[in-house]
């Protein structure tokens, strides 16, 4: 993250995105498939790393991301096209999407944020305890119902965050400027969606 001031002199944070060029790999139709959407590969990868299928589909290059994003209408690209920064305009609204940080396992106040036990007298070890998970014969039957909240792996989920708005482009250094936090850390794959 970093911080941008406008043209009144107010800061701004925003989340510096390096954005690859999208290469256009697929189009769906509906007449084939049954719905229309474009797919787009980026970052090229060894051959030898592809697989035949692919390399096929793909004429012969491989990426080593590919992402199929679904379309209203019909698609005005053609395969081979590249979407580079330049689509994404100052000001535009975007919705981003990421894998959000994976913080292992973890107790219920830090993944639910639990209050804990009393801190009073008589209290020894509860602090961070999650309570009372399992009713007697009326709540539940005497069993723990699905979905209780317990402690549990935390993050590494799928997170969008809709309504950020681009601040700035840079064409020259493939960079876009976007306002506020987008999930996930420092090398981790989201797509930008205007």
Known sequence: MAQLFDESGKVMPVTVVKAMPNVVTGIKTVERDGYTAVQLGTVEQKESRVGKAQLGQFGGKGYKQVQEFRTDGAVEATIGDTLTV?????????????????????????????????????????????????????????????????????????????????????????????????????????????
């Open 86 to 194: 330049e689509s994404f305009e100052k000001g535009d609204n975007v919705t981003v999407s990421g894998t959000s940080k994976a913080k292992g396992f973890q107790g219920v106040v830090k993944r639910y944020n639990f209050k804990g036990g009393p801190r009073s007298h008589g209290q020894k070890h509860s602090e961070r305890e999650p309570g009372s998970i399992g009713g007697g014969p009326g709540r539940a039957g005497g069993r723990v119902v699905k979905g209780m909240r317990m402690a549990g792996r935390t993050g590494g989920d799928t997170v969008t965050v809709k309504g950020l708005k681009v601040v700035a482009v840079d064409a020259e250094n493939n960079l876009i400027y976007i306002s506020g936090a987008v999930p996930g850390r420092r090398g981790t794959v989201i797509s930008i969606v205007g």
